[in-house]
Each structure stands twice: as C-alpha cells, then as structure tokens.
C-alpha cells in the first residue's frame, strides 16, 4: 500500500463585540494555548485488511497527521481521520504511532495514537481462566481480559473487596511498566514484549505482543489520570512446564518465572516476591558462584580456630558482594526498580497498604520501626487495629494468599501464579506439629551445588534463587533456598511468622518459621518469616 500524508487546514470566523469597558474593569484573559484530542487514544484492529476511523477536537484551525509506518494509511474528512491497514500475515502483532499535530511553532499540541494490529491466530490467555501470571512464548500475538482483578477470587480476608470490588473500571490505556532477562545485557531485555501493550475499551482487554527473547515483563493498566488499576505478570518462555507429584499435590519443575529448571543456569531463579503480593521482583543478576561456609560438628560447633574463622569470614563476605546483585534492567519500560529505602505507610483501616503496593509495583516495601509497639513490624501490609491495650497497635491477620486450608479455595485475586496454579496451602512441604516454628524434612532433601534436590518429588531441583531481606537488600544467592507458602502460623501481632516457607539451616532444611526472640535482630539477613522479605515461590496446582 502506498504511504501518503494528508493535511487539513480549516477555516475560523471571529465575531467581534462593539461593547467597550474602561481599562480597570477589563479582565485578563487566560492564554489560548494548542490544544489537541483523539476520541480513542488507542487503537486494536484485526489481522485482516481493515479501517477505523476516529475523531479530532482542536482549537487550531491547522493541524496535521503524522505516521511512518509502511502497512499504515491516514485519510481526513472534516474531523475525522480513518486509518487504513493490510492483512498482517505474521504470527506477532505489530504496532504503529499516529500522531495528531495541532498549531506551529512555538505553540503545538500534539496527541498521541498507538494503533495495534493482531497477529495470525492471536491467543487469549483469559479464554480457560483469568489470573494475575500468564505464561506464553516467544513470537507470538496474544490478548487478555483485562475487566477483573486477578481471578476475581476472594482478598484473604484484608476487605480490599469490600472497598474495591473485583471488576477493573475506567481503564484509558495500557503500558509496559518493565521487561528484563536473566542476564546483564540491557539490549536483550527490550526483546521480550515486542512493541507496546494495548488497550481496547470496547473488548475490555489487553492486546501484546512477545519478542525473541525468553524473560519476564509487567503490563500495567491506567486510569486516564495515570493511576494504576492493575497490573499482569507476563512469563515468557519456550519450554513446557511439567509437574510432580509430592505429598498431596503437583509441584511445577521450576520456579514462578524462571526459564528453566536447568541446575546451576541463572535463569532457573525465577522472580521474587513479598509474602501477600503479586508484583514480582527481580532477582540476582550474577552468575551462581562458590561461597565458602564455615564448617560445624553434628551438635553446630565450630570446627575452626579463630584464625581460620576470620579469614573465611572474609572469603565469604567477598563472594556475598560478587553473588548478590541487584539487577535494574527495566527494558523499554516505563517504571524504575526501588528495592531500597522505600518504607510502607502506616495504614489505620482496611484495606491497608494493598493500594499503594498496586501503584508502586516496582518498589520493595520494606518493614516499618517506628511504630510505638515496641517492636519492629515484619509486615508491608500493615492494616493496624487499635485494639491493643494502651497505645500498643496491633497488626491484623491478612490472608493474602489465602487462609492456608487444603479443603478451601485458598486462591486469591493477589496470588501471583498463573492460571490453575496456586502459591502451595498449609501442609504442602509438610506438617508443623504443635507449639513449633518449625519441622524438620529430613533425608527426602539432598544438597547440590546451588540448591536442593526434593527426591520424593521426582527429584525436583529447587535453587537458591537468593532473596531481598527486611532491608530491601540481596542475599543468599546460591547459599541457602528460602520459598513461601500461604500458610500462617501465631497471631501475627507484628507482621511475623504468617507465612510458612522451607529454608537451609547449617546443612539442614525445615518448614515453618525461624523464631525472633530478640528484636534487636530483626534486621538480621535470616530474618525468616518477615512478610516484607521476598522471596521464591514453586506453584502447585489449583486444587478443584
């Protein structure tokens, strides 16, 4: 199709009043500046051979359009533009920029288009199940529902749908808020999404394409002020995820977002998360490297003379520093990563901090210490209740993932896995019996290189992915696995011990909690049990 250019200059009669007014009572008039709208600010067409016109309010009587793209055609009538487009042939979508250009120099407004056309056999991820992860591949032309939060499942129990319901309501626009792979090559993040996401008003849904990299990206939906309604994790890779079977449930053989299941390759980490929400976060960008231990008898003592444990302390902490790196990548995003510093809000009613964590989807909340309970608080979510005795807060309990039961339908709209897998319930490693933080696994785990190996559950490998502490900073990378579940242990009066994960503890691994009984330690790297750490997730299966 040939490309042309069409201008419109339009013509504007000025009527003048003949009323005059002394100068005292003249008023000043407001600037007239450039002003320019589209009736749609995007556009999502077929991949067939088609038009679709819109509509131009200006207040200048020159405007003109803009594009450079070789399958799309302008046309203007009067105040309306038609847009024109082959038949897309290829399997990905493609995208293209119409701008709307309205005065000259100095003073013009310009409004910006995106037009998005579908690629052959687009796939809607929504058609089975909606959730808050969807898993495609590389290459391809995909779209999903975009009217519901999550799965529209309950909120565990925070009353964030008592205020704020299930359905996604007055939705203008979609972007790319990030896009990264496993490595440190900045160039191959932008590979991933190709183009920009979408969003169609009329269909309630997001129209994306992938690239030629393997990797993870976030999709955020905006209000047309900018707020943040939503947000989609998208996990982008080839291979076909498997499962096992394991104590009462199907693990899957990798972590939630990594691209293999491979020992010892970088991209089998993953992405981690703080216990209760579904934004991902990045993990080491390093290889997996050797870090020296210090060496202990079977009753944990010490095997080394001060000496030899001085100098493999600094051995340690050098290969900690070359391990633990905070990866930036971003891509073509438009969001930057704050692992550091950033401290959540104190929140004094329902539904806590859940809506400031969906407008900051890239900022590790990390736990509080100024708040008078005379304790620190482990918790991001903080929905305080001032039923304490005194002026003593105490935190609520939040099922976020939910409750942990096995015989409930314990997916929320927040958790982070895709569809028909759920972050796994109470009792998925195992039991923790009574009056204990924590059960021993036993022989059904051996050690690797940069993991553990679960034998009863086919040999799974799960790795050390590392994991940013109640500081927002990197550790454990390829030391000691640490992996969240849903389920909650004690009261939960300061945000700790809520959520039951495994974790390697001088050779050994356990399931439950590792207690604080000092809160001068809270800010401790092993801090396990924090709800602000994040941390690794291994989905099971939905159970029905």
Request: hydrophobic share 35%.
């Amino acid at each position: 199709m040939k490309r042309f250019y069409i201008y419109l200059v339009s013509l504007a009669l000025l009527a003048l009043g003949g009323c005059t007014k002394e100068p005292a009572d003249v008023l000043q008039a407001e600037p007239d500046y450039a002003n320019v709208e589209l009736s749609s600010i995007s556009v999502v067409m077929s991949e067939e051979e088609g038009t679709y016109t819109l509509f131009v309010s200006t207040n200048r009587v020159e405007w003109e359009v803009q594009e450079q793209c070789s399958w799309l055609d302008v046309s203007i009538e009067g105040s309306s533009i038609t847009l024109f487009v082959d038949r897309n042939n290829s399997s990905e979508g493609r995208m293209g920029v119409v701008e709307v250009v309205a005065g000259a120099d100095p003073d013009v407004a310009r409004a910006r288009l995106k037009v998005y056309q579908q690629g052959r056999n687009t796939q809607n991820l929504s058609k089975m199940a909606t959730a808050n992860c969807y898993i495609v591949p590389t290459n391809g032309s995909y779209l999903f529902d975009a009217s519901v939060k999550g799965n529209g499942g309950g909120d565990g129990n925070s009353r964030y749908i008592e205020f704020e319901g299930t359905a996604i309501e007055n939705a203008t626009y979609a972007s790319l808020a990030w896009e990264a792979t496993y490595d440190g090559d900045k160039t191959r993040s932008t590979k991933i999404i190709h183009g920009e996401p979408v969003y169609d008003a009329s269909k309630r849904a997001v129209y994306f394409s992938t690239g030629e990299m393997e990797g993870n990206a976030l999709i955020t939906l905006h209000a047309a002020d900018g707020t943040i309604l939503w947000s989609w994790h998208i996990w982008v890779m080839n291979e076909e995820v498997t499962t096992a079977f394991a104590n009462g449930f199907h693990w899957m053989d990798r972590n939630l977002g990594a691209i293999t299941a491979a020992e010892g390759d970088i991209r089998n980490r993953g992405m981690l998360y703080q216990w209760g929400r579904k934004e991902p976060f990045l993990p080491s960008m390093a290889e997996y490297m050797f870090v020296p231990s210090h060496s202990y008898d079977d009753e944990g003592y010490l095997l080394e003379t001060e000496e030899e444990y001085l100098a493999i302390e600094e051995e340690i902490v050098a290969a900690r520093t070359l391990a633990n790196v905070i990866n930036p990548q971003v891509g073509d995003g438009n969001q930057q990563w704050n692992t550091v510093g950033e401290v959540a809000p104190v929140a004094l009613a329902a539904p806590g901090n859940i809506d400031y964590s969906l407008q900051h989807p890239t900022t590790i909340l990390g736990c509080r210490t100024d708040i008078p309970i005379g304790e620190y608080v482990f918790d991001w979510y903080l929905q305080q209740d001032l039923q304490g005795k005194g002026s003593v807060m105490q935190q609520s309990q939040s099922y976020l993932w939910g409750d942990g039961a096995i015989d409930t339908k314990y997916k929320t709209i927040f958790d982070p896995c895709p569809a028909g897998y759920a972050v796994p319930p109470a009792g998925a490693f195992d039991e923790v019996p009574d009056g204990y933080a924590c059960t021993y696994l036993g022989s059904d785990w051996q050690p690797t290189e940069y993991g553990w190996n679960w034998t009863s559950a086919e040999g799974l490998h799960f790795p050390s992915s590392g994991n940013l502490d109640v500081s927002g900073l990197m550790g454990e990378t390829g030391e000691k696995p640490l992996y969240w579940s849903g389920e909650s242990f004690g009261s939960g009066n300061q945000g700790f011990g809520k959520a039951a994960m495994f974790f390697e503890a001088f050779d050994d691994v356990y399931y439950g909690i590792y207690p604080i009984l000092d809160s001068a330690e809270a800010a401790s790297w092993f801090s396990y049990g924090a709800k602000c750490i994040a941390a690794s997730v291994r989905c099971v299966k939905e159970m029905k």
